[in-house]
C-alpha cells in the first residue's frame, strides 16, 4: 500500500491497487458542521452502573458516549466512500451531575481541521445547566486499512 501527500497540511492519498486510490482528505468538510445527541439518562447509564462512582448519576464515560455521537453526526454524510474516523483525544470537564430521569443534550461543532485531524468543540446540557464542556480530536483514516491491522 502505497501513501502520498495530497495537500501542505498531511491528508494522504491511499493507493489500494496501482489504479485505484482514495483520497482521506473530504471536500465537503468545512468549518462550522454541527452534530446533535440527546440521552436520557437511565439506570443502565450511570456511574454505579458503569462502575465508575457510587451514586445514580450519568457517568463519565456515557456523557464521553454522547459527546462523541454528536461529532459523528456533524460530520455524517461528509466523509468520501471508505473513510471513516477514530476517537485520537478527548478533553472533556464532567461539571454536573445529572440524575436518572434527566435528559442531555450535547453539541459538537467541528472547529478546526489540521490534515487528517478534526478538532471539535462539545458542550452537553440538560435544561439550561452546562453537564459538560470540551474539545474532542477525531481522525479520518482508511476503513480498509485500519480493519486490515486489527
Same mark, same amino acid.
Given at each position: 500500500?502505497?501513501?502520498?501527500?495530497?495537500?501542505?497540511?498531511?491528508?494522504?492519498?491511499?493507493?489500494?491497487?496501482?489504479?485505484?486510490?482514495?483520497? /482521506?482528505?473530504?471536500?465537503?468538510?468545512? +468549518?462550522? %458542521?454541527?452534530?446533535? !445527541? &440527546? *440521552?436520557?439518562?437511565? =439506570?443502565?447509564?450511570? $456511574?454505579?452502573?458503569?462502575?465508575?462512582?457510587?451514586?445514580? /448519576?450519568?457517568?463519565?464515560?456515557?456523557? +464521553?458516549? %454522547?459527546?462523541?455521537? !454528536? &461529532? *459523528?453526526?456533524?460530520? =455524517?454524510?461528509?466523509? $468520501?466512500?471508505?473513510?471513516?474516523?477514530?476517537?485520537?483525544? /478527548?478533553?472533556?470537564?464532567?461539571?454536573?451531575?445529572?440524575?436518572?430521569?434527566?435528559?442531555?443534550?450535547?453539541?459538537?461543532?467541528?472547529?478546526?481541521?489540521?490534515?487528517?485531524?478534526?478538532?471539535?468543540?462539545?458542550?452537553?446540557?440538560?435544561?439550561?445547566?452546562?453537564?459538560?464542556?470540551?474539545?474532542?480530536?477525531?481522525?479520518?483514516?482508511?476503513?480498509?486499512?485500519?480493519?486490515?491491522?486489527?
Amino acid at each position: 500500500m502505497y501513501r502520498a501527500p495530497c495537500s501542505p497540511v498531511g491528508c494522504s492519498v491511499v493507493s489500494l491497487e496501482p489504479t485505484k486510490t482514495r483520497s /482521506v482528505c473530504d471536500v465537503a468538510l468545512e +468549518l462550522g %458542521l454541527r452534530g446533535e !445527541a &440527546t *440521552m436520557a439518562v437511565t =439506570a443502565e447509564n450511570t $456511574a454505579l452502573a458503569h462502575g465508575s462512582g457510587d451514586v445514580d /448519576v450519568l457517568s463519565t464515560p456515557a456523557l +464521553l458516549q %454522547l459527546m462523541q455521537q !454528536a &461529532t *459523528m453526526s456533524a460530520i =455524517a454524510g461528509h466523509l $468520501a466512500e471508505g473513510v471513516i474516523t477514530a476517537g485520537l483525544r /478527548v478533553n472533556v470537564d464532567h461539571l454536573h451531575g445529572s440524575p436518572i430521569g434527566a435528559t442531555l443534550h450535547a453539541v459538537a461543532t467541528l472547529v478546526r481541521i489540521e490534515g487528517r485531524r478534526l478538532v471539535f468543540e462539545v458542550e452537553a446540557t440538560s435544561e439550561d445547566v452546562i453537564v459538560g464542556l470540551g474539545r474532542i480530536v477525531r481522525v479520518r483514516i482508511d476503513r480498509e486499512q485500519f480493519l486490515s491491522r486489527l
